[in-house]
């Protein structure tokens, strides 16, 4: 799980990132980034009520991307902001393994771009 301080807390926060950052869109999520001054990835999950009914689904799909940032990325993205929007209900059957591909390859395109906005 991503530690409290890697989190985006606050709705001035996220909406600031939504409407001034950019996005990279994905096969079954959309990242939102921005630059930040607090010199360290600060993310949020977002997994509406579309994709599945069930709270615990919707928290185990939050949980695997969360974990699947702090082992792969943590330390890589340094003064960023990411929004992880999931659109996609398949995504519920997606394995760790397939989502980490997913999201390293849209994280790749992340670091490549520029942070002018």
């Known amino acids: 799980m991503l530690a409290q301080k890697n989190r985006i807390h606050g709705r001035k926060k996220f909406l600031i990132t939504l409407k001034k950052g950019r996005v990279v869109r994905g096969q079954y999520f959309n990242i939102n980034y921005s630059k930040n001054n607090y010199g360290q990835l600060k993310a949020a999950v977002v997994v509406g009520k579309k994709i599945a009914k069930s709270a615990v689904v919707r928290n185990r799909i939050r949980r695997k991307i969360y974990e699947i940032l702090r082992k792969n990325f943590l330390t890589k993205l340094d003064s960023v902001n990411l929004i992880i929007i999931v659109f996609n209900p398949d995504i519920i059957n997606l394995k760790s393994a397939e989502l980490e591909k997913l999201i ?11 942070f002018s906005s």
């Open 104 to 114: 390293e390859k849209l994280i790749f395109k992340i670091k490549d771009g520029d």
